[in-house]
């Protein structure tokens, strides 16, 4: 199974509690006292910002009662810096994506969520469910770390050790923040490409009730219900979401042998999410999250003719059932006005059964556990400067076990293959964000990770921005390094069945990134363009070799690859009930050692999103996508093929009938564009949705 999962992957509101925590930060900034202009030592105002990252195409007038429990803080960014800062005042590139801007767009799923943001490619095999990877300007599906909460959710039983996004919903997000470029200086491994930030939801204010149901195409059929509330001593939010699509057409049908019935896949999650935060005293406060996924998919797999070296969809439908648990328990003690600590526990647990019901090889068993300890102190030096120090301890672990045939005398039986293997990592860390004169502001942070195995790591980053006032303008730029860590099964599982085995000797991923850029503003701030210029130059990338002489593969660090490209985007308000954005990516991926074009990363993206709120109850949206050609790998034939581009159109409607119920609806590729990616795996055709949403 997870050798053709792998085929699959190549390349592969302010919360009330006075105290908040990476796992539920505070993104209202306390106020700032305006200074006398002449004073141009003194730490500058906040400015007016062009919105590059805020990726936003709802108008401000919109009123959907779907966002009617959350704060839009579109303004803000967290993940850059550990703290929350205006986006006018960041270097990095970095995109905020609030719940009123899911809400409005109605994604279900978090691939959804970031298909439109620059930078990315989205790669998922089929429709809901299906595995799904991240490539972040060009780096490789493992080089993006994922957090939740301020919990890594990577996988350690994937070769990769990466997080599938298709396993996780919309429902209960409150923001999500996709940060561009090598991070590893503070996030440390697995952010060689960047880092997408997930904010679930939490509580404020008097007791709420929010429910919703929908249906639609391919035997979907979706709830989701939540409580939440908060005053200045408390808050709490617990949010249950169902997801189901029963009748999703994946396979090819002219990758089917003949007479071959073609079986859509299914798939049932279940997503059960809490934020609780409590203030013991003035000083101290107490906050918990937790999360819990089921999730079961069962797709059409692939069979293997060795006569032939191809493959074909398999007569049968495998499945597997994912089950995921993350927690974080975290103190924070306030220590005199401007210092803080923050003590945190972080554990996950990801279990994953694949079952193939006709040939029992294909069975495998993954147990993936990780807990990590984590201090962070936050000291305001002065006006204009903050220094964050921090220290974590993490031990990792990795429990497989898959079913081999054995083949003795006249027969053969089954037997389990069992692989544990576990390692500790230490990483310290320092940051400091200065604004060196007025209205240069530089973020700077340099950390070390001490691996069991591997060894010493250092890595940093510099991130300066510089905002003219007079004009609208914003200069600003990165550099910085990272690396990503050999996983636990890379080096230390072996497929025998298949003359494959681990390394335990492999070396980190290593980059080196940068990015320069612009955002103006014109028409008094009514619109904004800008572009980025970025590069990355990668090495020591890990792959799988072959010996002809032993019939023997493993991974060696063979690989070298360099990505650059532009992002650029223009966003206006058009009127105070219409507002447009556009986005366009241009990347080019590169195999140093070959001159060849990296596999999934197309040279062109582009996206269009349009929102406008004819009247106070209604929200109308629609959204434009376009992916250029691509390089890819031939389901059947393993061969390299283009897969040609594409172009999808989105369109939703919310109708506020009263100010505690909503009724909605939307419609994906509405032009029912057929389109495969990856290869050999159909993206959803038209599809029409619709349902009610209550609100106390």
């Known amino acids: 199974m997870r050798i053709a999962f792998a085929f699959a992957t190549v390349g592969i509101l302010a919360q009330e509690a006075s105290a908040q925590v990476p796992a539920s930060p505070n993104t209202k900034l306390p106020a700032v006292n305006v200074m006398a202009d002449d004073d141009s030592d003194a730490p500058s105002k906040k400015v007016k910002a062009p919105a590059a990252a805020q990726q936003v195409s709802t108008p401000a007038a919109s009123n959907s009662s779907d966002s009617s429990t959350t704060v839009d803080s579109s303004d803000i960014a967290v993940s850059p810096t550990g703290t929350p800062e205006p986006v006018d005042q960041i270097g990095s590139s970095v995109t905020v994506i609030t719940a009123k801007e899911i809400a409005a767009q109605q994604r279900r799923t978090l691939p959804d969520v970031l298909k439109m943001v620059p930078g990315l490619n989205i790669v998922q095999t089929g429709g809901p469910g299906g595995q799904t990877s991240v490539f972040m300007r060009g780096t490789n599906s493992n080089h993006t770390k994922i957090l939740i909460d301020g919990i890594d ?14 396993q996780m919903l919309a429902m209960d997000i409150e923001r999500v923040e996709v940060l561009r470029g090598p991070q590893s200086g503070l996030y440390g491994a697995d ?25 639609g195409s391919f035997g979907t059929f979706n709830q989701a219900a939540s409580i939440s509330g908060g005053t200045n001593k408390y808050n709490y939010y617990f949010n249950v979401s169902h997801f189901r699509a029963d009748d999703i057409p994946v396979t090819p049908e002219n990758l089917l042998l003949p007479g071959e019935q073609r079986h859509s896949n299914r798939y049932d999650n279940w997503t059960y999410s809490s934020k609780v935060g409590v203030d013991i005293t003035k000083d101290v406060t107490v906050n918990l999250v937790a999360r819990y996924t089921d999730g079961t998919l069962h797709y059409t797999g ?18 597997s059932d994912v ?38 090889t294909g069975n495998s068993y993954y147990q993936g556990d990780r807990v990590k300890y984590d201090w962070r102190n936050v000291w305001n030096l002065a006006p204009g400067y903050t220094l964050v120090t921090g220290a974590e301890h993490q031990i990792e672990q ?36 200065a604004e060196v004169i007025r209205n240069l502001f530089v973020a700077a ?14 890595t940093w980053r510099v991130a300066p921005a510089y905002v003219i006032e007079s004009t609208g303008t914003k200069i600003k730029g990165s550099i910085g390094t990272g690396f990503k860590a050999p996983s636990l099964s890379q080096r230390f599982q072996d497929y025998p069945a298949y003359f494959f085995y681990g390394n335990p000797d492999l070396k980190p991923e290593e980059n080196t990134g940068y990015d320069v850029g ?7 701030g009514r619109a904004q363009f800008g572009a980025t210029y970025f590069r990355n130059d990668i090495t020591d990338l890990i792959e799988s070799t072959y010996d002809p002489t032993t019939f023997v593969s493993t991974y060696a660090n063979v690989g070298n690859a360099k990505t650059d490209g532009v992002e650029a985007f223009i966003s206006a308000d058009l009127t105070k009930d219409l507002r447009i954005r556009a986005d366009y990516t241009y990347t080019q991926a590169t195999n140093e050692d070959t001159g060849g074009w990296l596999l999934r990363r197309p040279h ?24 250029g050609d691509s390089l890819d790998i031939n389901r059947a034939t393993f061969e390299n093929e283009i897969l040609p581009s594409f172009t999808v159109v989105n369109v939703a409607a919310d109708y506020k009938l009263t100010d505690n119920m909503s009724i909605y609806g939307r419609i994906d590729n509405l032009f029912d564009e057929h389109y495969e990616i990856p290869d050999g795996f159909l993206a959803t055709g038209i599809g029409a949705y619709g349902g009610i949403r209550f609100t106390n």
């Open 604 to 627: 062109n993206k582009a996206s269009v999103s349009l929102g406008w709120a004819p009247t106070d109850k209604l929200l109308l949206t629609g959204a434009v996508l376009y992916y």
């Open 153 to 166: 959710v990577s996988d350690p039983t994937t070769p990769n050790r990466t997080f599938d996004l298709g």
């Open 191 to 215: 952010a060689l490409g960047g880092v997408i930030l997930i904010y679930t939801k939490r509580g404020y204010g008097p007791p709420k009730a929010t429910a919703m149901i929908e249906g």
């Open 518 to 524: 612009f955002e103006q503003a014109i028409f008094g």
């Open 302 to 319: 692939d069979a293997y003719d060795p006569f032939t070296n191809t493959s074909y969809p398999a007569p049968y439908q495998s499945g």
């Open 398 to 433: 990795f429990d497989g076990r898959q079913i081999n045939e054995v083949f003795s005398g006249g027969g053969s039986s089954y037997e389990g293959q069992r692989t544990f293997a576990e390692e500790w990592n230490n990483g310290v860390y320092t940051e400091l964000q």
């Open 323 to 360: 089950d995921d648990f993350y927690s974080r328990s975290e103190v924070v003690w306030r220590t005199f006005s401007n210092l803080t600590n923050y003590f945190g526990i972080n554990y996950s647990n990801s279990h994953t059964d694949n079952i193939d019901h006709v040939n029992l």
């Open 445 to 458: 942070n340099v950390r070390y990770d001490d691996n069991e195995n591997f060894g010493g790591h250092t």
